[in-house]
T-cell receptor
Framework: DTGVSQNPRHKITKRGQNVTFRCDPI?????LYWYRQTLGQGPEFLTY????????KSRLLSDRFSAERPKGSFSTLEIQRTEQGDSAMYLC?????????????FGEGSRLTVL | AQKITQTQPGMFVQEKEAVTLDCTYD???????LFWYKQPSSGEMIFLIY??????QNATEGRYSLNFQKARKSANLVISASQLGDSAMYFC???????????FGQGTTLQVKP
């Protein structure tokens, strides 16, 4: 399968713990996006990379969140000192193109539950 | 700033009938792209259809068509001949010209009745 892959699919953690999610985009895609989606809402943009450069971070991305894409391939999203409000689905997407055309290809998401 | 509004939290449709899901948008950019995605209960986002702001004709993809009314800033999704498998959440989105990120609406939950 050559689609966008996310791991783990589900993560349950206790408040205060750190968690890390991984995203493997489609191999030739140079743009990678992270979104957060809470139940019943639309996905909210968190950050994006062009190759290894992180070019934009949303205000939603507090200091406890960090994302990397070290070699312009896979990306990780780390949440430190998790809070119950961090419980959400974290979606990764990749695209080959910039601009207005060309869809983003999404992974199946990583669902985080913070107890 | 760009904004997408979907005012229908939930919709019901009888199997085999057509349904229209509403989407309005706001942007000051003359060039923009509009997308519809489907999200079943399993969670994955499935691309359905795309409309560019300069496209002269409304986009169609199989049973999906986009009713694009530029002056009214609306981009409604029409699903013809609804199937039970169409039951899902549907999101309208706009792609940012510079970053390529998608800005999503709140979504509409569609339930198809047998």
């Amino acid at each position: 399968d050559t689609g966008v892959s996310q791991n783990p699919r589900h993560k349950i953690t206790k408040r205060g713990q750190n968690v890390t999610f991984r995203c493997d985009p489609i191999s030739e895609h140079n743009r990678l996006y992270w979104y957060r989606q809470t139940l019943g809402q639309g996905p909210e943009f968190l950050t994006y990379f062009q190759n290894e450069a992180q070019l934009e971070k949303s205000r939603l991305l507090s200091d406890r969140f960090s994302a990397e894409r070290p070699k312009g391939s896979f990306s990780t999203l780390e949440i430190q000192r998790t809070e119950q409000g961090d419980s959400a689905m974290y979606l990764c997407a990749s695209s080959l193109t910039s601009g207005i055309a060309g869809e983003l290809f999404f992974g199946e998401g990583s669902r985080l539950t913070v107890l | 700033a760009q904004k997408i509004t979907q005012t229908q939290p939930g919709m019901f449709v009888q199997e085999k009938e057509a349904v229209t899901l509403d989407c309005t948008y706001d942007t000051s950019d003359p060039s923009y792209g509009l997308f519809w995605y489907k999200q079943p209960s399993s969670g994955e986002m499935i691309f359905l259809i795309y409309q560019g702001s300069y496209d002269q004709q409304n986009a169609t993809e199989g049973r999906y068509s986009l009713n694009f009314q530029k002056a009214r800033k609306s981009a409604n999704l029409v699903i013809s001949a609804s199937q039970l498998g169409d039951s899902a959440m549907y999101f309208c989105a706009m792609r940012h010209r510079d970053t390529g990120k998608l800005i999503f609406g709140q979504g509409t939950t569609l339930q198809v009745k047998p």
